[in-house]
């Protein structure tokens, strides 16, 4: 089957950085696009950042545009998500995702039913 873990979130001040991770378990994923996406309280799931499964290919939240990196190491079945000058609105539970479904390398994703695979999510408390 396979699953996703993420680590990494926790407790910052505004304009800190934090660095999540998403590590897949049980099968490989590097021929699968894969995103973030994060659920602040009250709110539905919002897309933050895609990467192609080349890694080739990203796109980014006009939110978090310039401020966030994704990428990913499909050596090590891991992907990533640079966070810096974090802002109390990035608040939420950030959650990792993956597609089971090969696509061509440059394909990117950013709609929750795109997804079939998801994280248990990881806690990102920013503090102003």
């Known amino acids: 089957q396979g699953q996703l873990v993420e680590s990494g979130g926790g407790l910052v001040q505004a304009g800190g950085s934090l660095r999540l991770s998403c590590a897949a378990s049980?099968?490989?994923?590097?021929?699968?696009?894969m995103g973030w996406f994060r659920q602040a309280p009250g709110k539905e799931r919002e897309f933050v950042a895609a990467?192609?499964?080349?890694?080739?290919?990203?796109y980014y939240a006009g939110s978090v545009q310039g401020r966030f990196t994704i990428s990913r190491n499909n050596a090590k079945n891991t992907m990533y998500l640079q966070m810096n000058s974090l802002k109390p609105e990035d608040t939420a539970v950030y959650y990792c995702?993956?597609?089971?479904?090969?696509?061509?390398?440059?394909?990117?994703?950013?709609?929750?039913?795109?997804?079939?695979?998801w994280g248990q999510g990881t806690q990102v408390t920013v503090s102003s």
């Open positions: 995702a993956t597609r089971l479904t090969q696509s061509s390398p440059s394909d990117l994703y950013s709609a929750v039913p795109s997804y079939d695979y």
């Open positions: 049980g099968r490989a994923f590097s021929k699968n696009a």
């Open positions: 990467v192609s499964w080349s890694g080739s290919s990203t």
